[in-house]
């Protein structure tokens, strides 16, 4: 397979992510809950969404936070499931006293859709009380090329938290999706890169599937046909000669899974080379390398 020059991918990057007309609206990013009464015990799923509102977005940054008595409601888990936003270079991460959401995410090539969901967390109520969520020092960016801030509306939620009377039924309203999840992971590509401010200059390859029922729980990776190891997203080479082979497989919340191998072999019998997902797993890369530096890169 020929691989795509510096100069080629950035001549697709600019094709694709192309300046979008800038309008004078506000996008609004706002929490949806699954329940907004729940009892002592009971699990139930709190949606971080946004609209557009008529503009062209690529990326949000931010966070998500909970007021109330604590340990009224903790966070389980969280949840990429039906997430419209590709490029996540922070992942929704909890603080360290378990209050705050952190979480920067985008689209690469912009996006202008209500109500889509950027991610989901899982709570489960383990006091009587009460717990708003809300959206906090939330920035939304304008998919114009120049990373112009958009104006924002933030809108919470306020959960009520009764206590577990004798007779009820504990519910777990996030067990009650993923359980009916019976459908693997999409098809997904694997893209080799290598760049110096990164993992020491040693090779790497960046892979992300989609799971739109319970969202990927994690991938498994076996290089050279070795013992497996547990992976995010990304995978250094412990061989860096250049003649690795792997195999990367994507497991669901649910147990369903999905492998790919790199490097990608094709026979006249095999399907045929989609190379529109590579390009776009390649500008994804790309993307995620420059928001790396800008956020992460002292």
């Known amino acids: 397979m020929k691989r795509l020059t510096c100069k080629n991918i950035l001549v697709i990057a600019v094709s694709i992510l192309g300046i979008a007309p800038i309008h004078a609206f506000a996008a609004t990013v706002y929490i949806e809950s699954s329940r907004n009464t729940i009892s002592v015990g009971d699990t139930a799923v709190i949606s971080v969404k946004i609209n557009a509102d008529a503009a062209v977005l690529n990326s949000v940054e931010g966070d998500i936070t909970f007021k109330g008595n604590p340990g009224d409601l903790i966070i389980k888990e969280f949840s990429l499931a039906s997430s419209s936003f590709g490029l996540w270079p922070r992942t929704p991460s909890l603080s360290t006293d378990g209050h705050t959401v952190s979480f920067v995410g985008g689209v690469p090539g912009g996006f202008s859709i209500e109500g889509t969901t950027m991610f989901k967390i899982i709570v489960q109520a383990t006091k009587a009380g009460s717990v708003s969520v809300d959206p906090s020092t939330i920035s939304v960016y304008l ?10 509306i933030i809108k919470g939620v306020y959960i009520k938290i009764d206590p577990k009377s004798s007779n009820s039924v504990t519910s777990n309203d996030w067990l009650d999706m993923i359980s009916t999840d019976r459908i693997s992971p999409e098809p997904f590509s694997i893209v080799d890169g290598q760049d110096n401010s990164l993992f020491s200059g040693k090779k790497f390859v960046y892979f992300t599937a989609v799971d739109n029922q319970s969202g990927i ?8 046909g070795g013992p497996v190891v547990r992976s995010g997203s990304t995978y250094v080479f412990q061989d860096q000669s250049g003649n690795a082979t792997l195999n990367v497989t994507a497991y669901d919340k649910a147990g369903n899974k999905r492998s790919a191998t790199y490097p990608l072999v094709h026979t006249l019998e095999s399907q045929p080379i989609h190379w529109y997902r590579i390009i776009i797993a390649v500008i994804i890369l790309l993307l995620a390398v420059g928001i790396y530096k800008r956020y992460f890169k002292k």
Do not use: I, L, Q, W
Request: proline share 6%; glycine share 12%; net charge negative.
């Open 217 to 224: 729980d994690h991938y498994d990776v076996s290089e050279d």
């Open 143 to 152: 998919n114009d090329g120049s990373g112009t801030k958009a104006p924002v």
